[in-house]
């Protein structure tokens, strides 16, 4: 049976903290292909939880973090950003990441969180741009996303180490 917390959204505040950091480490430990750098993750974790500290006149990074479950015990969490690309003065929403506790997986989460985004597209008026980096699970991902958002293209990674086996 399945004990997770009813698939609802909401923004994360500062007793979210710890579970934040918490989501993000296993998220990192699961997905990730560079290395962690701490100190900038705490500071664009900051600025999305204590928005308030932001003096007004400071452009850089702004987001939002959404969360499932009560504080202490979260179970999954969306990290949006609104960025603009290299060649565009056009804001898009950004998703940095989408992540579902490994306990809560059997549950609607991972759907509710896409749906918050595109809720995001709704409440701005700014179109989502998102995808799935991942080293775990990737095609499932990739299936769920395609039911439930428009495809405009892939990913692909070249490293030094793999660098031999693609071919010119």
């Known amino acids: 049976m399945d004990k997770s917390s009813p698939s609802i959204v909401r923004i994360a505040g500062p007793l979210d903290f710890p579970e934040v950091w918490r989501l993000l480490m ?20 900051n600025r999305a939880i204590y928005p308030e500290t932001i003096p007004p006149d400071d452009t850089a990074f702004r987001g939002i973090i959404g969360v499932i479950g009560q504080a202490g015990s979260l179970e999954g969490l969306i990290f949006l950003s609104i960025g603009t690309y290299w060649y565009t003065h056009a804001k898009n929403i950004e998703e940095l990441m989408v992540y579902v506790d490994p306990e809560h997986r059997r549950s609607e989460h991972a759907k509710a969180l896409v749906s918050f985004m595109k809720m995001q597209v709704e409440l701005t008026g700014i179109p989502l741009v998102t995808g799935i980096l991942s080293t775990q699970r990737l095609e499932a991902k990739c299936r769920m996303y395609q039911r439930l958002l428009p495809k405009i293209g892939e990913f692909f990674m070249v490293t030094p180490r793999t660098l031999s086996m693609v071919s010119s």
Not at 27 to 38: D, K, V, Y
């Open 26 to 45: 296993q998220s990192h430990q699961e997905n990730a292909i560079f290395p962690l750098a701490e100190d900038k993750v705490k500071w664009f974790v």
